[in-house]
C-alpha cells in the first residue's frame, strides 16, 4: 500500500510516480518520476500518462522510451499474473 491506500502491487505504476496529495473522489495529485510534470487524477490517468494512451485527457510523458514502455508493460503483466 502506499500513502493513498492504493494496492502497488496489483497496480505498478503507482511506483512510477510520487503522491503529492490526496484529494476527493479517490483522486491524487500525483509527480511523474520521468518527466517531473504534476498532476490530478486516478490510477486510470497514470496508465495514460506512462503508458502513452492518448485521447484520454491528460498528456502522455514525453521522456517514456520505447524500453521504459515495454518495462512498464511487462510490470503490468506480472501484475495480473
Not at 503522491?19 to 504534476?38: D, M, T
Not at 515495454?70 to 506480472?78: F, K
Amino acid at each position: 500500500m502506499d500513502a493513498a491506500g492504493n494496492n502497488v502491487d496489483a497496480r505498478p505504476l503507482w511506483n512510477h510516480v510520487d503522491i503529492l496529495k490526496i484529494v476527493a473522489g479517490g483522486n491524487v495529485l500525483f509527480k511523474c518520476k520521468y518527466c517531473a510534470g504534476e498532476y490530478n487524477g486516478s490510477y486510470a490517468r497514470v496508465e495514460a500518462h506512462l503508458l502513452k494512451l492518448s485521447k484520454c485527457g491528460i498528456r502522455v510523458c514525453p521522456n517514456v522510451t520505447a524500453t521504459i514502455l515495454e518495462q512498464l508493460q511487462n510490470e503490468i503483466a506480472e501484475a495480473e499474473g
